[in-house]
C-alpha cells in the first residue's frame, strides 16, 4: 500500500501542541516549505544544466512566536540522530556572528538565519516534518525554505525575489552544513506550483511551468530506506569533475558542451572524468528532450529517457546503489511502467517511477514481493511552494 501522507493541518497541530508544552501560550505563525522529486536532470543543476522536479505533498511545517530575549529557540520534533532535539543561540547582531557547530540538524535553521536579509530579534519555534531524512527528497532544502518563510513573517521582510529567497538558502547549506549543492531543491521548495512541474534552467534561473496533472498516469515515489547523505567526499568530487572537465574542453560549464567536444577531447581527461562529463552533457540534452515529449504525452518516450537517465547515473556518474538499481529493475518489468530512475543526489534514497494509473497496485505488489529491503510507496501530485499558514 502507498504511505498515507500526514496533513498540513496535523502537523501543524501537533508542533502547536509542542509549542505550548515548551514554551508556553499559542504559536501565531505556522510556515510550510515541501520536499521534492526530480523527474529527471540529475546532477545538472551546478552544470548550469536544467532540471525538472516537482513539489511534494512531503512538508517541513514551522509554528512559532517572536520573544524579546534576542534568543531564538527552536525544539524539533524529528527523531534525529544528533542530539539535543533543542537548540538556543543568540539572534545575530553586529557583534554576535552565527557560526556553524553541534547538532547539524540545527545549522541548516541558524545558516538562513544568518543570511536572512533582515533582522531577526528572538523567537520560539517548533519544527516538524513529513519528508523522510535521508531519502533524496531534500529535508534538508524544505526545513531551509520553511525558516526563511518563517522568518520572513516574523520580520515582515519579503526578499527582493523568489529567487534570491532560494539563493539564501542554497548558501545557507553551502557554509553551514558544507555541502556544494546546486540550486534545484531550494528553487523548487519556494517556487514549486500546484498540478505543475518546473523546468528551470539553472543558469538564467528562469523557469517554465509544465502540467502534470493527467489522471491517466501516477509517478510513484519509492524509498529504498537506504539512508542518503550529500556531506561526504562523492558529491564535492563529481562537481569537481565536471568543472575540470569543463575547463579542459575550454567551456564556461558542460551546459555549453556537446558529446562530440567530448569526444574530441577525450586524450586529454581520465577515463572517469570522461564518463562523468558523458553523463552531465547526455543528461542535460534528455533534459530538454523528456520535457518536449511530456508536453505531446509521449509517455512511452518521456519513460525510455527516464530509465536512460538512471543508466547514465549508474554507469557514467556511479551515483547510484545496489538498491536503487534493484527497484528501477524490478519497475521498469512491471506492467505498465513507462519508466524509472533514481532521484536526488543518489548513494540511498528513492526512485520515481512513471507508470500508467490502473497498474500502480501491481507495480506496488511486484516490488513488495521482489525488493531484498522494506521500501516505502508515495504516489503524489505536485503541490505548492512554501507559504504562510492560516492558523
Ligand atoms: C542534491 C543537490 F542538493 C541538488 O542541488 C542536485 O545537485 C541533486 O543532488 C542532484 O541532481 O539534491
Not at 8 to 19: C, I, K
Not at 75 to 104: G, I, K
Request: proline fraction near 5%; charged fraction near 20%; hydrophobic fraction near 35%.
Amino acid at each position: 500500500m502507498a504511505a498515507k501522507i500526514p496533513e498540513v493541518t496535523s502537523l501543524v497541530r501537533e508542533a502547536q501542541t509542542a509549542f505550548t508544552k515548551t514554551f508556553g501560550g499559542a504559536a501565531t505563525i505556522a510556515v510550510s516549505a515541501p520536499g521534492r522529486v526530480n523527474i529527471i536532470g540529475e546532477h545538472t543543476d551546478y552544470n548550469d544544466g536544467f532540471v525538472f522536479p516537482m513539489a511534494l505533498p512531503l512538508v517541513t511545517v514551522i509554528v512559532g512566536n517572536k520573544n524579546e530575549s534576542g534568543i531564538c529557540r527552536v525544539q524539533t520534533l524529528t527523531d534525529m540522530a544528533d542530539r539535543p532535539l533543542q537548540v538556543e543561540f543568540e539572534a545575530p547582531t553586529s557583534t554576535s556572528q552565527l557560526t556553524p557547530s553541534s547538532p547539524a540538524w540545527a545549522n541548516y535553521i541558524k545558516g538562513v538565519v544568518a543570511y536572512f536579509p533582515g533582522i531577526v530579534s528572538g523567537f520560539d519555534a517548533v519544527v516538524t516534518t513529513s519528508v523522510p531524512l535521508g531519502g533524496g527528497l531534500s529535508s534538508s532544502a524544505s526545513l531551509e525554505v520553511a525558516t526563511y518563510t518563517f522568518l520572513e513573517a516574523l520580520t515582515a521582510t519579503k526578499p527582493t525575489s523568489l529567487k534570491e529567497k532560494a539563493l539564501v538558502c542554497q548558501k545557507a547549506e553551502h557554509k553551514f552544513a558544507n555541502v556544494p549543492c546546486g540550486i534545484m531543491d531550494q528553487f523548487i521548495s519556494t517556487m514549486g506550483k500546484k498540478g505543475n512541474a518546473l523546468l528551470i534552467d539553472c543558469r538564467s534561473l528562469e523557469s517554465t511551468l509544465v502540467p502534470l496533472c493527467d489522471p491517466s498516469i501516477a509517478l510513484v515515489i519509492i524509498n529504498s530506506n537506504v539512508r542518503h547523505s550529500l556531506s561526504g567526499t562523492e558529491y564535492p568530487t563529481r562537481r569537481r569533475q565536471c568543472h575540470q572537465a569543463a575547463t579542459t574542453l575550454g567551456k564556461n560549464s558542460l551546459r555549453d558542451a556537446t558529446l562530440s567536444d567530448l569526444e574530441n577531447h577525450k586524450e586529454s581527461l581520465s577515463e572517469e572524468v570522461y564518463q562523468r562529463a558523458r553523463h552531465a552533457i547526455s543528461e542535460i540534452q534528455r533534459t530538454q528532450e523528456a520535457v518536449d515529449v511530456l508536453r505531446k504525452k509521449d509517455y512511452v518516450k518521456f519513460g525510455k529517457l527516464m530509465t536512460d537517465s538512471h543508466n547514465s547515473l549508474r554507469m557514467d556518474y556511479e551515483v547510484s546503489c545496489p538498491e536503487l538499481d534493484q527497484l528501477v529493475d524490478i519497475a521498469t518489468k512491471c506492467p505498465g511502467v513507462y519508466g524509472s530512475r533514481m532521484t536526488g543526489g543518489g548513494f540511498g534514497g528513492c526512485t520515481v517511477t512513471l507508470v500508467s494509473c490502473e497498474c500502480v497496485s501491481d507495480l506496488i505488489a511486484h516490488t513488495n514481493a521482489s525488493y531484498k529491503g522494506q521500501a516505502t510507496f508515495y504516489v503524489c501530485q505536485p503541490e505548492e511552494g512554501a507559504q504562510v499558514l492560516t492558523l
